[in-house]
């Protein structure tokens, strides 16, 4: 059995969507992040970190979201994330560029746009966010590129890079970065939005109230 410990953002999101789209059963646990859950000596077992998200499966339990994707797919033998050495780098460096370059910026931004303001921290940093828009712009060009080809992130089909890569670029409307701009990206948004495992995690993995 698998529980995901987390709260409803992009690093919790892609392991659920990694799961979902597998199949597997799991269990959500929300972490109460005002209430400090993720230091309590419970959860440090869990994570030593004291971060969100946090993977246990059976007696096993792991942090690193991208790491949890990974993980999932490989013990579930999945074609998400091909054996075939060649696929599975393209795999790794598309999760590896979402979450060290356009993930991180379009992360950053949903912190200043978002965030701030429903933790009551402050109105957003003008530098950071023309700083976060500054790469984006430049970082989401060659996605846009590369999406032309197959529409997917590595071959023809989904894998784990299209998920992890949702979880991010799915901020766009939030953090009001226009897609419209960028049609390749826009259609293959569209039709990960559509997956019903997407629709599944997000039923589970959600703010209450």
């Given amino acids: 059995?698998?529980?995901?410990?987390g709260i409803p953002t992009q690093n919790t999101l892609k392991?659920?969507?990694?799961?979902?789209?597998?199949g597997v059963d799991y269990e959500y646990q929300a972490v109460d992040l005002a209430k400090k859950e993720q230091k309590t000596e419970a959860f440090l077992k869990v994570n030593p970190i004291g971060k969100v998200p946090?993977?246990?499966h059976n007696d096993f339990s792991m942090?690193?979201?991208?790491?949890?994707?990974?993980?999932?797919?490989?013990?579930?033998?999945?074609?998400?994330?091909?054996?075939d050495a060649k696929l599975r780098a393209?795999?790794?460096?598309?999760?590896?560029?979402?979450?060290h370059?356009?993930?991180?910026w379009l992360s950053t931004l949903f912190f200043e746009r978002v965030l701030r303001k429903a933790l009551g921290i402050g109105e957003p940093d003008p530098s950071k966010v023309d700083e976060a828009l500054g790469f984006i712009d430049q970082q989401i060009a060659p996605v846009e590129t590369h999406l032309s080809k197959t529409g997917y992130f590595v071959g023809s089909s989904l894998s784990v890079a299209d998920l992890v890569a949702f979880s991010y670029i799915e901020q766009a409307e939030a953090v009001q970065f226009?897609?419209?701009k960028h049609p390749n990206i826009s259609k293959w948004h569209s039709k990960i939005s559509a997956l019903e495992s997407v629709k599944k995690t997000k039923s589970k993995i959600k703010f209450n109230g």
């Fill in 63 to 83: 942090f690193e979201s991208g790491a949890m994707c990974r993980y999932i797919a490989n013990v579930e033998k999945s074609d998400l994330y091909p054996e």
């Fill in 15 to 22: 392991v659920g969507y990694v799961l979902d789209a597998i």
């Fill in 101 to 104: 370059h356009l993930g991180r």
């Fill in 54 to 56: 946090a993977l246990k």
């Fill in 90 to 99: 393209q795999n790794d460096q598309w999760i590896d560029f979402m979450g």
């Fill in 1 to 5: 059995m698998y529980r995901l410990y």
């Fill in 178 to 180: 226009d897609l419209s």
